[in-house]
């Protein structure tokens, strides 16, 4: 088993949809980014390269390649999950931590558990995220934007009962 963690910040940019855990959050600026902006998807991605000691997400989706401009970053999270299984891991289970002042997150975390679970193909209870205030202090209690930390648990795919010993198991969680 391995663990690796992730972080990643934005600010809020008007016009733009706001995407955390792909799902869209309407009624609230998006995230700046060279992607969607998705602040969530983005420390998960770290937590899982970390893991697998891949790499960050800025090496394998630089921002200078136009390729990933605008892109759906559970695009890239699906892609990272190839890169995972290709060293011969699966995830395990991810924690999130959501730091901002608004909006508020309790209301979708249940859908943002169930896409995050179906593009790492584990169960929704294998995904936790959690809303957090950041009391007023910084650019983030000032209300500019979020904060996301991440950790990623990973074990070998020969872990898992049904991969048949070959290191690549298609079991879903």
């Not at 136009?66 to 699966?90: C, I, N, P, Y």
């Not at 730091?99 to 896409?115: G, L, N, S, T, Y």
Request: glycine share 14%; proline share 3%.
């Amino acid at each position: 088993m391995r663990i690796g963690t992730g972080y990643d910040s934005h600010r809020f940019e008007q016009g733009r949809q706001l995407m955390l855990g792909g799902v869209n959050i309407p009624g609230h600026p998006g995230l700046s980014g060279h992607s969607d902006g998705d602040a969530i998807a983005h420390a998960v991605i770290d937590a899982i390269l970390g893991a697998a000691a891949a790499g960050d997400i800025g090496s394998h989706f630089p921002q200078e390649d136009d390729t990933w401009k605008g892109a759906d970053s559970m695009d890239l999270l699906e892609q990272t999950r190839r890169v995972l299984e290709e060293r011969g891991f699966r995830v395990v289970n991810i924690d999130v931590t959501v730091i901002c002042e608004r909006p508020k997150i309790a209301p979708h975390i249940d859908a943002m558990k169930k896409r995050l679970g179906a593009v790492l193909q584990v169960t929704s209870d294998r995904v936790s995220i959690k809303g957090k205030s950041n009391e007023g202090l910084g650019w983030i209690g000032a209300g500019e934007g979020v904060a996301v930390h991440s950790v990623a648990l990973i074990d070998q795919c020969s872990n898992f009962p049904d991969s048949g010993g070959t290191g690549r198991g298609s079991r879903t969680l």
